[in-house]
């Protein structure tokens, strides 16, 4: 058997509670073998076949980014300070526009890579050229929820048909591929961006199909209000009326949501994906995602893209989370560190329908080693308050998924870090200069 020992560390365990332990996982099926520090994981250890050193580090699941767009990495810092629907209409939408699928391969690269150094080990993206897309998590050896995003607002008839057609043709011919690490989903932009027509043809052919479905909700009042002015319902009752409620379907933000559509997506079972810096930037609003997980919704984290964010730090993501979470509630016990950790590992896992987002025998071997020997990190009296409110992405040594090590000591095995950074500055520096030429 084909080994891989993870030893001398403390380990993250499901129930939340953090032990000296050592991890054995079969690199074979990418599985973890047994957790912990008897006689039968020594004698895994005495025969591994490789092994990490998490000496003076934690060992936690690969974290889960559930809501982003990797390629606008090319858009990190390109229109920044403005609100949702300016910034969309005004930069992103025309920088869109003139992305080629080279440039939305290179953004990813270089958003993978980000990840991968900061322990993210599986992402959901909503974006284009998503065969691209699927090409650089196969190489880059992670995990991905993955689809092509469907916006009709502005199209004529025949146009918006085919952009509807895309998206279900992607979900169905990439769904399974890079090894099984990519699975895919029916991805409708959002309410107000796909018209009805549309939005239900797409999601009931997916729901026949056996696809997720993804999309945006809620985010500001001006997606909100349109909704309830003409439909005089909500925004997530309009969801469910269309079917895109249930389990395995995940809606990003949820910001401006009531105790009503709260409690609708509790009953249908559907996960919401947090994006707390990208609402703060843009000025959003602050998701209640208290009252949310109390109402028993399964809450992820996400980025959303790094040209709203800036970055694709899970540890940044984890921290504004609490912090935003506890403003929200005005409760300073609100979104406690567990809590905020939870949902950057396991609920993320459990709201994209991917494997992972636990250390356990049987659970998918996707971890990382946080080092803890860092002053930022310095003492240590609970390892769990710092992965929340401390930790940093450069502060991971090790990332593994399915088995495979990722990164070791902090340099990326699977991708060449200095030609995809070079790759992308180039790629951005043309995209900016085309912009500027049609503009």
Known sequence: MDTLCVTGGRVLHPDGRVRESDVVVDRDEGTILAVGSGKSVADHVADASATLDASGGLVIPGLVNAHTHVAMTLLRGYADDKPLDAW??????????????????????????EMIRS????????????????????????RARLGHGVVTAGKEGSAAAEDVEESLTVAADLDGAADGRIRTAFMPHSLTTVG???????????????????????????????????????????????????????????????????????????AVVHCPASNMKLASG?????????????????????????????????????????LAAADASAVPAAAAVEMATAAGADALG?????????????????DLDAPHLTPVHDPVSHLAYAARGDDVRHTVCDGRVLMRDRTVLTLDERAVMDRAAAAARDLVSRVAGEG
């Open 88 to 113: 969309l209409r005004e930069d992103v939408w025309p920088a869109e526009a003139a992305l080629t699928p080279d440039d939305i391969e290179v953004g990813t690269e270089l958003g993978v890579l």
């Open 119 to 142: 322990g993210t080990t599986a992402f959901a993206d909503m974006y284009f050229a998503t065969d691209r897309v699927a090409d650089v998590v196969d190489r880059a050896g992670v």
């Open 196 to 270: 009805e027509a549309h939005l239900r043809e797409g999601i009931d052919r997916a729901a026949d199909a056996g696809v997720p479905v993804h999309l945006h909700a809620n985010e500001t009042v001006d997606e909100v209000d349109p909704i309830v002015e003409a439909r005089d319902e909500r925004p997530i009752e309009y969801a469910d009326d269309l079917g895109a409620l249930g389990p395995g379907n995940f809606l990003a933000h949820c910001v401006h949501v009531d105790d009503a559509e709260i409690g609708l997506l509790a009953d249908t079972d559907t």
């Open 286 to 326: 602050m998701a209640p995602v208290e009252r949310l997980r109390e109402a028993g919704v399964t809450v992820a984290l996400g980025t959303d893209g790094a040209a709203s964010n800036n970055d694709l730090d899970l540890f940044d993501e984890m921290r504004d989370a609490a912090m935003v979470g506890k």
């Open 354 to 370: 991917l494997p992972g987002g636990r250390i356990a025998a049987g659970a998918a071997a996707d971890l990382a080693v946080v």
